[in-house]
């Protein structure tokens, strides 16, 4: 079992950047797939990024792509959202997620498929 907690979540006029950190406790977080998704006012949960458990794949919804870089580091059991040129519509709760998985080249990108999850970090981008 692993715990996530999110982490750099905050305020911040469009255009601006934020960078989000998941720290996962627990069991060694090499052994899972990992994800951000995010819940806007009055929206559906959404993935935003995924990663494989290795770090070599990573998967990017097509609204962030080009502004949003997902990246692990495993020695330290965190990975992170580096949040760019971000925009009024990035408004959202936005939470950590993780599978585990046996697999080094797959991520994931349904909510069902993640078993774990943080309590989410609001991040309010204003126009």
């Known amino acids: 079992q692993v715990q996530l907690v999110e982490s750099g979540g905050g305020l911040v006029q469009g255009g601006g950047s934020l960078r989000l950190s998941c720290a996962a406790s627990?069991?060694?977080?090499?052994?899972?797939?990992m994800g951000w998704f995010r819940q806007g006012p009055g929206k559906e949960r959404e993935i935003v990024a995924a990663?494989?458990?290795?770090?070599?794949?990573?998967y990017y919804t097509n609204s962030v792509k080009g502004r949003f870089i997902i990246s692990r580091d495993n020695a330290e059991n965190r990975v992170s959202l580096q949040m760019n040129n971000l925009k009024p519509e990035d408004t959202a709760v936005y939470s950590c997620a993780a599978r585990s998985t046996v697999a080094d080249f797959f991520y994931y990108t349904a909510s069902n498929d993640y078993s774990y999850w943080g309590q989410g970090t609001q991040v309010t981008v204003s126009s």
């Open positions: 627990g069991r060694t977080s090499s052994t899972y797939a």
């Open positions: 990663i494989s458990r290795s770090g070599s794949r990573t």
